[in-house]
């Protein structure tokens, strides 16, 4: 009995593991300022004073569009 559970213990865990080897990186978002119309490239929202331009993003310089599937 306590074998079969150290077995799917393991288990879980490696399928934990090969889950997340399987995800990809965050896109990038081109942010433009409400108050100066600045442009900036991020991840993630800059505040409340930014909206999203364009996008979604391959890199971090805003320069390659990520291809729609």
């Known amino acids: 009995m306590i074998h079969i559970k150290r ?11 090969c889950s997340s080897l399987n995800a990809g990186p965050a896109p990038w978002y081109k942010w433009r300022s409400k108050i100066d119309n600045y442009l900036s490239c991020s991840q993630t929202p800059l505040g409340p004073g930014w909206e999203k331009d364009s996008g979604p993003y391959k ?11």
């Open 59 to 69: 890199d971090s310089r805003c320069e390659k569009l990520v291809l729609a599937k």
């Open 7 to 17: 077995y799917a213990l393991a288990a879980a865990l490696l399928a934990l593991c």
